[in-house]
């Protein structure tokens, strides 16, 4: 099981965090976490609901993580495994995560597939996401697969949909001419644009579309 223990920085002020996997009794937090992370016009239908979160402890708990500061749970990441296909990259959201319930896990699949990334507003500014990004990362290393994948929301794109396609938006974003809230997060975090897929989720700020990006273990050409 996954848990390591940080510094981050409230301004020059460090602040303890530790990156745990999440139990049965951080259910309530994650709930709440899900209602403060993705507010309206987020479905709320989409948010976590106690049957999935039971699938991910159970089905791939190596992949169910949670940032606590000061005893708090301030965030979460959930992933699962399963055989991508690059040469049949289009997929949705719903379909690749079975809904969130991650029922289709693969244990012995090779990418760990992202279902959810989120962090409660007021925590933002430690730059949380990017560290359970990191561990996540670790955790693909440490269990000897290809990638993490995952379709990030491009919640900027509505702005500028009469005017470019949703490819032009995500290459304007990676040229640095236009910053987009999940996009430009995950480029930091270095995960790197695979395409754009039509009909992802239904969210209406991204028009529908999401942006597959993966992050590659650099060890991948030994396991192979």
């Given at each position: 099981?996954?848990?390591?223990?940080l510094?981050?920085?409230?301004?020059?002020k460090?602040?303890?965090?530790i990156?745990?996997?999440?139990?049965?009794?951080?259910?309530?937090?994650l709930?709440?976490?899900?209602q403060e992370?993705?507010?309206?016009p987020f479905p709320?239908?989409?948010?976590?609901n106690?049957?999935?979160l039971?699938?991910h402890?159970?089905?791939?708990?190596e992949?169910a993580?949670?940032?606590e500061?000061?005893g708090?749970?301030?965030?979460?990441?959930?992933?699962l495994l399963?055989?991508f296909?690059p040469n049949h990259?289009?997929?949705?959201w719903?379909e690749?995560?079975?809904n969130?319930?991650?029922?289709?896990h693969q244990p012995?699949?090779?990418?760990?597939?992202?279902?959810?990334?989120?962090?409660?507003?007021?925590?933002?500014k430690?730059s949380l996401?990017?560290?359970l990004?990191?561990?996540m990362?670790?955790v693909?290393?440490h269990?000897?697969?290809?990638r993490?994948?995952?379709?990030?929301?491009m919640p900027g794109y509505h702005?500028w949909?009469?005017?470019m396609?949703?490819?032009?938006?995500?290459e304007s974003?990676?040229?640095?001419?236009?910053?987009?809230?999940?996009?430009?997060?995950?480029l930091r975090?270095?995960?790197?644009?695979?395409r754009?897929v039509?009909?992802?989720?239904?969210d209406e700020?991204?028009c529908?579309?999401g942006?597959?990006?993966?992050w590659?273990?650099p060890?991948?050409i030994s396991?192979?």
């Amino acid at each position: 099981m996954y848990r390591k223990e940080l510094f981050v920085f409230e301004g020059v002020k460090p602040v303890p965090v530790i990156i745990r996997n999440y139990e049965e009794k951080d259910f309530p937090d994650l709930l709440r976490i899900q209602q403060e992370c993705f507010p309206s016009p987020f479905p709320p239908e989409l948010w976590w609901n106690e049957e999935q979160l039971i699938n991910h402890v159970t089905l791939f708990p190596e992949g169910a993580l949670c940032i606590e500061v000061a005893g708090k749970i301030a965030g979460s990441m959930t992933g699962l495994l399963v055989d991508f296909d690059p040469n049949h990259p289009d997929h949705s959201w719903e379909e690749i995560t079975d809904n969130g319930y991650i029922r289709n896990h693969q244990p012995d699949g090779s990418t760990l597939y992202v279902v959810d990334i989120g962090v409660r507003p007021s925590y933002r500014k430690l730059s949380l996401g990017k560290w359970l990004m990191f561990s996540m990362y670790e955790v693909v290393v440490h269990l000897r697969l290809e990638r993490l994948l995952g379709g990030g929301r491009m919640p900027g794109y509505h702005k500028w949909a009469g005017e470019m396609s949703p490819e032009q938006y995500i290459e304007s974003v990676v040229r640095g001419e236009l910053k987009d809230p999940v996009v430009t997060f995950l480029l930091r975090c270095g995960r790197t644009p695979v395409r754009v897929v039509a009909d992802y989720l239904e969210d209406e700020e991204s028009c529908n579309y999401g942006t597959l990006m993966e992050w590659k273990n650099p060890f991948s050409i030994s396991i192979k």
